[in-house]
């Protein structure tokens, strides 16, 4: 995502439209002997969701606009004594829902300040009554199998050892049902009981089940496919007539179905009347398309730190391309680059530099087998190479792209997709003569997988991410790159009290080239020895594989590219490819540009309020490092940026704007060759990073 401005600006437009159109709707009072809520805490509580408790209280603080202006945009929240009453029987029975059955209000405190109130309610809670054990009671026997899924149910909700929760513990009789109905108990009935024991604080939780005969599947119908194929559905859902009975595969199959993008509902129908006369469940999907074509218009204006463009964006989707299920997509992006304009100098632009982006990209469903996806992927791009300092010749790339591969998510978790690229740039001359750049061909083997365990994959409160990207380059796929290249990644989400969110994230990169960076390394080596000539196709190699920070998903106190080892360029230098004819001297840094690296480490965590409805904020801070040397973890210069931002919710993410602020002392060591410093900006050492989604 770009610094400053992204290329989707018509949702920010819309938002700040939004923003003051409910502005205008003007301010409100709190009314004459009225007093309004200005704060309610509980204190005493541990161990539960405050944030779910404070919701289900009638007294509740009154919102602000933008987390900080009573009385604007949102009405003030009277404060009602009788109200407060009843708000402390709820506490009380919160928490006793929640195992903690001693809990109980020991006083209310009402604080006025002119014609607000403070509310604190003071809470014992006790100790918690604890699941102690699990039973099974079977009416009629089940074999092991169907015994073990229903305790992993169980425990999965409520494990041994937790408090007795309320919820949970009605939680864990559906997830015991499914647990049954899951290995071909299709009428299968389970009720629940507890026997709490309050001098121990133990429960015994009791499931008495009623598994019911094992069923099959019987006869699929799929209705309501209008002009759509009928196999391919059959094939994606995957529910074999005489197979065993699974409520799980029906569950997976609807899903696959949904994910297909071209049903707007999906019912499954069991009839369980046959059932109970032939042990057989014939099954009817009921299926609603949605509109299958579509044609997509837009624009925008990008403003960053590299450039600043205008462009437009034309597109295409048939969810039924030449039948089959298969899905294409296609998209033209043209634009017009306005040359040396970027911010922050905004200097006139001079030179129209013209771009676009071509892609085509056709996926077919039940590729091999009923979850697998195949997909081909086409580009053809012209862009020109910019770096965060304007050279009087500019280079740009034809660049011609291909994939194929697949995708395929496991247990709903574990997502993985092998694939082969390969790409081939063609260099040509924008502005001036650029010379001593080759045509590329870089042919390699891609494999993307990640385990997602979050709540939310657009605006996370808790969970983990693990993902990885493996890439092999050359040897017998030949090209010109012969490389090792792979990037693990971490994500963590903690939430707290108040909507308060807590966001970490650490990745490393590795890149282990076989045939170039041998002189770029003599280079970073012996400063002071540049051999620019021999290295120019180290580095124009590198800025394709290597690696760099620095950016909106990076670090935000840094533009960009900002973050890592800068050297001379031949064919990109400020004084052009010639340095002798422009008197830029290649040992001198004012003519340094960002190369790329074998090794990067990066460490981001950021604090998340929500404010009010969509406006929430964050603080944050971000560090890494990107260095020449393969596996080279430099922790001495951690790059450290600090800063805060605001973010506004829309259907396709959050709108999110942060400043960074280099910490000084916290970047490198003290006259360490290669690093280069950005310009400041409005005199700061910060950068601006604007963008639609979370940083992370």
Same mark, same amino acid.
């Given at each position: 995502?770009?610094l400053?401005?992204?290329?989707?600006?018509?949702?920010?437009?819309?938002?700040?439209?939004?923003?003051?159109?409910?502005? !205008?709707?003007?301010?409100?009072?709190?009314?004459?002997?009225?007093?309004?809520?200005?704060?309610?805490?509980?204190?005493?509580v541990?161990?539960?969701?405050?944030?779910?408790?404070?919701?289900?209280?009638?007294?509740?603080?009154?919102?602000?606009?933008?987390? =900080?202006?009573?009385?604007?945009?949102?009405?003030?929240?009277?404060?009602?004594?009788? =109200?407060?009453?009843?708000? /402390?029987?709820?506490?009380?029975?919160?928490?006793?829902?929640?195992?903690?059955?001693?809990?109980?209000?020991?006083?209310?405190?009402?604080?006025?300040?002119?014609?607000?109130?403070y509310?604190?309610?003071?809470?014992?809670?006790?100790?918690?009554?604890?699941?102690?054990?699990?039973?099974?009671?079977?009416? $009629?026997?089940?074999?092991?199998k169907?015994?073990?899924?229903?305790?992993? +149910?169980?425990?999965?909700?409520?494990?041994?050892?937790?408090?007795?929760?309320?919820?949970?513990?009605?939680?864990?009789?559906? #997830?015991?049902?499914?647990?049954?109905?899951? $290995?071909?108990?299709?009428a =299968?009935?389970?009720?629940? @009981?507890?026997?709490?024991?309050?001098?121990?604080?133990?429960?015994r /939780?009791?499931?008495?089940?009623?598994?019911?005969?094992?069923?099959?599947?019987?006869?699929?119908?799929?209705?309501?496919?209008?002009? /759509?194929?009928?196999?391919?559905?059959?094939?994606?859902?995957?529910?074999?007539?005489?197979?065993?009975?699974?409520s799980?595969v029906?569950?997976?199959?609807?899903?696959?179905?949904?994910?297909?993008?071209?049903?707007?509902?999906?019912?499954?129908?069991?009839d369980?009347?046959? %059932?109970?006369?032939?042990?057989?469940?014939?099954?009817?999907?009921? +299926?609603?398309?949605?509109?299958?074509?579509?044609?997509?218009?837009?624009?925008?204006?990008?403003?960053?730190s590299l450039?600043t463009?205008t462009? /437009?964006?034309?597109?295409?989707?048939?969810?039924?391309?030449?039948?089959?299920?298969?899905?294409?997509?296609?998209?033209?992006?043209?634009?017009?680059?306005?040359?040396? $304009?970027?911010?922050?100098? *905004?200097?006139?632009?001079t030179?129209?530099?013209?771009? @676009?982006?071509?892609?085509?990209?056709?996926?077919?469903?039940?590729?091999?087998?009923?979850?697998?996806t195949?997909?081909a992927?086409?580009?053809?791009?012209?862009?020109?190479?910019?770096?965060?300092?304007?050279?009087?010749?500019?280079?740009?790339?034809?660049?011609l792209?291909?994939?194929?591969?697949?995708?395929?998510?496991?247990?709903?978790?574990l997502?993985?997709?092998?694939?082969?690229?390969?790409?081939?740039?063609?260099p040509?001359?924008?502005?001036?003569?650029?010379?001593?750049?080759?045509?590329?061909?870089?042919?390699?083997?891609?494999?993307?997988?990640h385990?997602?365990?979050?709540?939310?994959?657009?605006?996370?409160?808790?969970?983990?991410?693990?993902?990885?990207? *493996?890439?092999?380059?050359?040897?017998?796929?030949?090209?010109?790159?012969?490389?090792?290249?792979?990037?693990?990644?971490?994500?963590?989400f903690?939430?707290?009290?108040r909507?308060?969110?807590?966001?970490?994230?650490g990745?490393?990169?590795?890149?282990?080239?076989?045939?170039?960076?041998?002189?770029?390394?003599?280079?970073?080596?012996?400063?002071?020895?540049?051999?620019?000539?021999?290295?120019?196709?180290?580095?124009?190699?590198?800025?394709?594989? !290597?690696?760099?920070?620095?950016?909106?998903?990076?670090?935000?106190?840094?533009?960009?590219?900002?973050?890592?080892?800068?050297?001379?360029?031949?064919?990109?230098?400020?004084?052009?490819?010639?340095?002798?004819?422009?008197?830029?001297?290649?040992?001198?840094? #004012?003519?340094?540009?960002?190369?790329?690296?074998l090794?990067?480490?990066?460490?981001?965590?950021?604090?998340?309020?929500?404010?009010? !409805?969509?406006?929430?904020? =964050?603080?944050?801070?971000?560090?890494?490092?990107?260095?020449?040397?393969?596996?080279?973890?430099? *922790?001495?210069?951690?790059? *450290?940026?600090?800063?805060?931002?605001?973010?506004?919710d829309?259907?396709?993410?959050?709108?999110?704007?942060?400043?960074?602020?280099?910490?000084?002392?916290?970047?490198?060591?003290?006259g360490?060759s290669?690093?280069?410093?950005?310009?400041?900006?409005?005199?700061?050492?910060?950068?601006?990073?604007?963008?639609?989604?979370?940083? %992370?």
């Amino acid at each position: 995502m770009p610094l400053v401005s992204g290329s989707r600006t018509h949702p920010f437009l819309v938002s700040v439209a939004s923003l003051i159109a409910l502005a !205008g709707n003007g301010c409100y009072r709190v009314p004459d002997g009225k007093k309004a809520i200005a704060d309610v805490r509980i204190e005493g509580v541990h161990g539960i969701d405050e944030e779910e408790l404070l919701d289900r209280l009638a007294t509740r603080e009154s919102s602000r606009f933008l987390g =900080a202006f009573d009385g604007v945009v949102y009405e003030y929240e009277i404060f009602d004594p009788y =109200a407060l009453r009843r708000d /402390l029987q709820r506490i009380e029975r919160y928490l006793r829902a929640q195992g903690f059955y001693d809990a109980h209000v020991y006083a209310a405190r009402v604080e006025t300040k002119g014609n607000k109130v403070y509310v604190t309610v003071g809470v014992n809670q006790g100790e918690p009554v604890l699941v102690d054990s699990i039973a099974i009671a079977e009416k $009629t026997p089940v074999d092991e199998k169907t015994r073990e899924a229903i305790r992993k +149910a169980i425990k999965s909700v409520l494990p041994i050892g937790k408090p007795l929760d309320e919820d949970k513990f009605a939680e864990s009789e559906s #997830a015991a049902l499914k647990g049954l109905t899951s $290995t071909g108990h299709a009428a =299968a009935k389970l009720t629940r @009981h507890a026997e709490v024991d309050l001098a121990t604080r133990r429960a015994r /939780l009791i499931y008495t089940v009623e598994p019911g005969p094992l069923g099959k599947f019987g006869p699929v119908k799929v209705e309501g496919l209008g002009d /759509l194929p009928e196999g391919p559905v059959r094939r994606i859902f995957g529910v074999e007539e005489g197979a065993r009975y699974s409520s799980e595969v029906l569950a997976e199959g609807r899903q696959a179905l949904l994910d297909l993008g071209v049903f707007a509902s999906i019912d499954i129908v069991q009839d369980m009347e046959e %059932f109970q006369r032939s042990q057989v469940v014939p099954i009817t999907v009921k +299926a609603q398309p949605a509109k299958i074509r579509a044609l997509l218009l837009g624009g925008g204006v990008e403003l960053d730190s590299l450039k600043t463009d205008t462009h /437009l964006q034309v597109g295409w989707q048939n969810g039924n391309f030449l039948g089959g299920l298969r899905k294409l997509d296609l998209r033209y992006k043209p634009g017009i680059v306005l040359y040396p $304009t970027r911010f922050p100098d *905004l200097l006139p632009p001079t030179d129209p530099l013209y771009e @676009h982006r071509l892609t085509g990209t056709l996926r077919q469903p039940a590729f091999f087998e009923k979850r697998t996806t195949g997909f081909a992927r086409a580009e053809y791009n012209i862009y020109p190479v910019l770096l965060p300092r304007a050279t009087e010749d500019v280079l740009g790339y034809h660049e011609l792209r291909g994939e194929v591969g697949l995708e395929r998510t496991f247990w709903g978790k574990l997502f993985v997709s092998p694939e082969y690229n390969l790409q081939a740039n063609f260099p040509f001359d924008y502005v001036g003569r650029v010379e001593g750049v080759e045509p590329l061909t870089i042919s390699y083997l891609a494999v993307a997988s990640h385990l997602d365990f979050r709540d939310d994959p657009i605006k996370p409160r808790r969970g983990i991410y693990i993902g990885n990207e *493996l890439q092999l380059a050359g040897g017998p796929l030949q090209g010109v790159a012969d490389d090792i290249r792979v990037q693990p990644e971490i994500r963590g989400f903690i939430p707290l009290p108040r909507k308060i969110t807590v966001a970490l994230r650490g990745s490393v990169g590795f890149l282990f080239p076989f045939n170039y960076s041998k002189f770029s390394q003599i280079n970073f080596e012996k400063p002071g020895t540049s051999r620019a000539e021999e290295s120019a196709r180290d580095y124009q190699l590198l800025f394709f594989r !290597g690696f760099f920070g620095g950016g909106p998903t990076s670090n935000r106190g840094y533009p960009l590219r900002g973050v890592g080892p800068h050297d001379y360029i031949p064919y990109l230098s400020p004084a052009g490819q010639s340095g002798a004819a422009g008197g830029c001297n290649p040992n001198d840094q #004012a003519c340094y540009l960002p190369t790329g690296g074998l090794s990067l480490w990066e460490a981001n965590v950021e604090v998340r309020f929500v404010v009010s !409805g969509p406006f929430s904020t =964050a603080i944050f801070c971000d560090a890494g490092d990107v260095s020449p040397f393969a596996v080279s973890i430099r *922790l001495d210069r951690p790059h *450290l940026s600090c800063g805060g931002g605001a973010r506004y919710d829309t259907p396709v993410g959050p709108i999110r704007l942060d400043v960074g602020y280099r910490i000084p002392g916290m970047q490198y060591p003290t006259g360490a060759s290669f690093e280069i410093d950005p310009a400041p900006l409005l005199g700061m050492p910060i950068a601006i990073a604007f963008g639609i989604g979370e940083a %992370f």
